[in-house]
């Protein structure tokens, strides 16, 4: 297994990406602590992980507050001893017209897709260098953050954010000598929660999933293993040679051009 004796932080490990990132880094030998808002979830995805064997502990916290942080690494090096590992997958949006996106909408979203991954990456920075060994942080971008979407103004910008932000940590480890590594994995269309609100929109999820994948090359929409998979890469040696970059997991999507023949 690539993760033997490391441990990793996944947030928003409650549901969706984060929840199969968890399960994917516990099936490769990681001890996992289960980062999430919402307890319950939480709880159900470290239920999952230990009914499959792996380890795992549970921190209920704010991404965008950076007491948590603190209390959440201070807990996790206790429980496991270090943290080798800081996966910042969580995220929200929510589409509305651009003109009509409150300011409330608009922070909050940067308060937990843009703040709360530069405090992952800046607790996650001094949480690794304690642990003396060479260590790996992901953040969870978004295609939305290469090409802009009317909708989602206040996702697509934050999700840009994260894509340079992982750039500028990923270079101050480098010059530091830190054997830190920080890369980000941007999805396409994956079938969480976040597609909900477009349900009413069809009769069924099925129908909706269907027409979504109509815009894949690869004809289908991701599941969360799908992205789950290119996180341990980037979190696992395989990937030793590879820092500040990106590995875009959409089946094609962002490659091709609109066409119609």
């Known amino acids: 297994m690539k993760l033997n004796n490391k441990v990793a932080l996944v947030t928003g490990a409650g549901s969706g990406i984060g929840r199969g990132t968890a399960l994917r880094l516990a099936a490769e030998g990681a001890s996992v602590v289960v980062a999430d808002v919402q307890r319950s979830s939480a709880e159900q995805t470290a239920a999952l992980l230990r009914e499959q064997g792996g380890r795992a502990s549970v921190e209920v916290f704010d991404v965008a ?4 942080w603190a209390g959440a690494i201070e807990r996790s090096e206790q429980a496991f001893g270090a943290i080798h590992i800081v996966c910042n997958i969580a995220g929200i949006t929510s589409p509305v017209d651009f003109e009509e996106l409150s300011l409330e909408k608009w922070n909050r979203e940067l308060a937990v897709n843009l703040t709360g991954v530069f405090l992952g990456c800046q607790h996650g920075v001094r949480a690794i260098r304690r642990s003396a060994q060479a260590g790996a942080i992901v953040n969870l971008g978004s295609v939305s953050g290469l090409r802009g979407v009317p909708s989602t103004a206040g996702y697509c910008a934050t999700k840009g954010g994260v ?25 396409s269309y994956v079938d969480t929660a976040m597609f909900d609100p477009a349900l009413p ?8 999933l ?3 994948a109509q815009d894949i090359p690869l004809g289908r929409v991701a599941t969360p293993d799908d992205v789950a998979r290119a996180v341990v890469f980037l979190a696992s040696d395989d990937s030793a040679m590879v820092t500040g ?12 051009l609109p066409t119609h023949f």
């Open 201 to 208: 929109l069809f009769d069924d999820r099925e129908t909706m």
């Open 245 to 256: 970059t990106e590995l875009i997991v959409d089946g094609g999507h962002t490659a091709r």
């Open 210 to 212: 269907n027409a979504f």
């Open 65 to 68: 507050q950076d007491a948590g």
């Open 163 to 187: 894509r340079m932000l992982t750039q500028a940590v990923a270079m101050h480890c480098a010059q530091k000598g830190y054997p830190i590594r920080c890369n980000a994995v941007h999805p």
